[in-house]
């Protein structure tokens, strides 16, 4: 079981930037592979951006490439998803989630509310 939790959402005014995180207490964290995901009132969850369990070569939702990147801290169990150039659009519930391997993610956080004011 893996536990996560997401923090350092919050309202930003449009351009504006965000970090967030998403934590986990598991030292075995740092075998998984995670992914950000948004949901927006009413519209399915979609998908932001995903990192590999060492880090190397994220990849990005075409809404995300330019403007957000992801990056993780094995040594903290934290995965950071940093938002720059937000856009009204971006607002959204962020959760993160984990997966050991190819399948579909096994573990979701709580999620953290973004708003971006335009």
């Known amino acids: 079981q893996v536990h996560l939790v997401e923090s350092g959402g919050g309202l930003v005014q449009a351009g504006g930037s965000l970090r967030l995180s998403c934590t986990a207490s598991?030292?075995?964290?740092?075998?998984?592979?995670v992914g950000w995901f948004r949901q927006a009132p009413g519209q399915e969850r979609e998908f932001v951006g995903a990192?590999?369990?060492?880090?190397?070569?994220?990849y990005y939702a075409d809404s995300a490439k330019g403007r957000f990147t992801i990056s993780r801290d094995n040594a903290k169990n934290t995965v950071y998803l940093q938002m720059n150039n937000l856009k009204p659009e971006d607002t959204a519930v962020y959760y993160c989630?984990?997966?050991?391997?190819?399948?579909?993610?096994?573990?979701w956080g709580q999620g953290t509310q973004v708003t971006v004011s335009s």
């Open positions: 989630a984990a997966r050991s391997g190819p399948q579909a993610y096994d573990y």
């Open positions: 598991q030292r075995t964290f740092s075998t998984y592979a």
């Open positions: 990192i590999s369990s060492s880090g190397s070569h994220p």
